[in-house]
């Protein structure tokens, strides 16, 4: 059975607001820039990745509790979207130390660092090799096609 608009509108907003995975009220998930080539995908594990660790390359907090929710017009995709955090999701190089690191996407995961929730590989590696330089994440979104769920 393909679920109707209502089943997906309440599992996105079921999620959104989930506070065991990634809508706590305390210790919210973060977000971290992957150094090593890594395949995304639902059985992604913290031991298929390894964080940056350029000097200001600490994983960057979410904003806790309820998350965003909503309908693409589109695509019709219901997604849920990470609240921006002040700040956004960016990484500003201050430093030599560690450079250069090549960084080939971002991976979200619980505050303790024992679980993933989901992982994007940017279109093309980014190499940091110099102070100034920027690595950003436009949207931590999680994307559920029409069809996607059966």
């Known amino acids: 059975m393909i679920p109707g608009n209502a089943i997906l509108n309440a599992i996105a907003e079921a999620l959104a607001a989930d506070p065991s995975t990634i809508a706590p009220l305390l210790n919210p998930p973060k977000l971290g820039l992957v150094k090593t ?3 995304p ?3 992604l594990a913290i031991t298929d990745y390894t964080l940056a660790d350029f000097v200001t390359s600490t994983p960057i907090g979410a904003i806790a509790g309820a998350q965003n929710s909503g309908i693409n017009p589109v695509t019709l995709e219901r997604i849920v979207e990470m609240k921006i955090p002040a ?3 960016r990484w500003v190089v201050t430093s030599t130390t560690n450079l250069p690191q090549t960084i ?3 991976v979200l995961y619980d ?3 024992t679980t993933v929730y989901g992982a994007v590989l940017f279109n093309a590696p ?3 090799d110099a102070v100034g ?3 950003e994440v436009d949207a931590v979104q999680f994307a ?4 996607g769920i059966q």
């Open 144 to 147: 559920f096609l029409i069809n």
């Open 41 to 43: 995908g639902p059985n």
């Open 133 to 135: 330089q920027v690595c």
């Open 37 to 39: 080539a890594f395949v």
């Open 126 to 128: 980014i190499l940091l």
């Open 104 to 106: 080939y996407g971002a």
């Open 87 to 89: 700040g956004g999701w």
């Open 111 to 113: 505050n303790g660092g």
